[in-house]
C-alpha cells in the first residue's frame, strides 16, 4: 500500500462553520505534512509532523488547527477561515529518517470558502 | 524570495521528440532533489530524484541531470508521450537538522504539452 488517502475530495464552507480534512497513511511512515497549494503556484509548506509531534509550523493562522491522533492519521481542523484560504490542501507523509526522502502525497482536498 | 525557480511556465513538445525541463536553486545548502509531475484535481506524483553527490540520474525515459556549481538541474523525457501531458515540479531539500525538520521547498512548476 504507497497510497495517502485524503477526505473529503472537495469542501464547501461558509466563513462561520467548522470542518476537518482528514489523512491517512498505512507505509509506516513517520513524517506527515500538510501542504497548501492556490491555482498555477507550488505546494506550501503549512505543517510537518515527525513521530506524532509538531516539528514545523509555518507561521499558519491558528483558524487552521492540525491533530496527529497516531501515526497513521493527520486531520487538519478548520474554523471561520476566510474566502482567500480557498485553496488545494495536501497531505503528504515519508519515512521520517530525514535525509533524502522522497514524500507520497495524497489527492488532496479542494477548499473553497464563501 | 524563491530558493526553487521554473522560469519556463509552459512547455509544447512533439510526441517522440525529446522534452528538457529545467530548474534553478539559490539555496547552496539543498543537496536532494526531486521532480514530481501533477495532473489537474490530483497530488504531485513522484518521478525521480538526484542525489547532490551525482550528476545523473536515469529511470527508463527519464533523466535528471544536476550542474551544482550552476546551481542548475534539468530533467529529459525521451521519447516523449502524450500521457506525459501534465505539470513537472522541481523540487529540493536541504541539510537535515533533526527530526520533523526535513522539507521540500517546491519550484512554480512548468505545464508540459506533448501534442500528438
Known sequence: DTEVTQTPKHLVMGMTNKKSLKCEQHMGHRAMYWYKQKAKKPPELMFVYSYEKLSINESVPSRFSPECPNSSLLNLHLHALQPEDSALYLCASSQGRGVGEKLFFGSGTQLSVL | ?116
Open chain 2, 1 to 116: 524570495d524563491q530558493q526553487v525557480k521554473q522560469n519556463s511556465p509552459s512547455l509544447s513538445v512533439q510526441e517522440g521528440r525529446i522534452s528538457i525541463l529545467n530548474c534553478d536553486y539559490t539555496n547552496s545548502m539543498f543537496d536532494y532533489f526531486l521532480w514530481y509531475k501533477k495532473y489537474p484535481a490530483e497530488g504531485p506524483t513522484f518521478l525521480i530524484s538526484i542525489s547532490s553527490i551525482k550528476d545523473k540520474n536515469e529511470d527508463g525515459r527519464f533523466t535528471v541531470f544536476l550542474n551544482k556549481s550552476a546551481k542548475h538541474l534539468s530533467l529529459h523525457i525521451v521519447p516523449s508521450q502524450p500521457g506525459d501531458s501534465a505539470v513537472y515540479f522541481c523540487a529540493a531539500s536541504g541539510a537535515y537538522s533533526g527530526a520533523g525538520s526535513y522539507q521540500l521547498t517546491f519550484g512554480k512548476g512548468t505545464k508540459l504539452s506533448v501534442i500528438p
